[in-house]
């Protein structure tokens, strides 16, 4: 009789324990399911849809080092598993972040900084929702869409920029701007005449 009580807790505990297990099993094969389900989503949308720049926009870009990697870095896709996609999107961010540290003098402008800036927080962005246990698909996708619009829209700023060097100046034209450029007329010791 004193026997029954601890048998008996070795049987629930038992049977118990062979719920849990499968519990845990099933979960764990949905999980499973899931990975593969999100990977095979991101594998088939993770194309980075650039166009080649113009030639004398390349000419201008060419010894600019950060640009070049960051463009091969998403020419190339991860194939194997979730992991490389977050390590890839790892490489991105490091990538992006270098991108203002030498940019050609010609392209050193508010708007090509803004846009590099904008790029950088897109795939910031990217790389979050990556990291995350449950990965929203849809908006991985919007955002690898939004990384390829932002890179064009840095091109063609760049293009504008060369495009805009090209016009020719009127007669006079010079002499005119740099008297509107208050920054260029401002003197260190300038002061109102007293009346």
Known sequence: MKYIVPVLAVLSLFLFSCNNKEERETAYIKSLQRRDSVFAVINANWKFDIPAVNPKVQSKIQNWQEWR???????????????????????????????????????????????????????????????????????????IHEVSEETISIQDQMAEIIYKMEIPREAGETEMLQALDTVRRARAGFTEPKQ
């Open 69 to 143: 990697q960051f463009k091969q870095e998403l020419g190339q896709k991860p194939k194997s598993t979730l992991n490389a996609f977050k390590l890839k999107t790892i490489n991105l961010v490091k990538k992006s972040d270098s991108l203002t540290n030498n940019i050609p003098f010609i392209f050193d402008t508010p708007a090509v900084r803004s846009r590099l800036s904008t790029l950088n927080t897109k795939i910031k962005s990217l790389e979050t929702f990556i990291s995350l246990d449950y990965i929203p698909t849809q908006k991985v996708i919007t955002l």
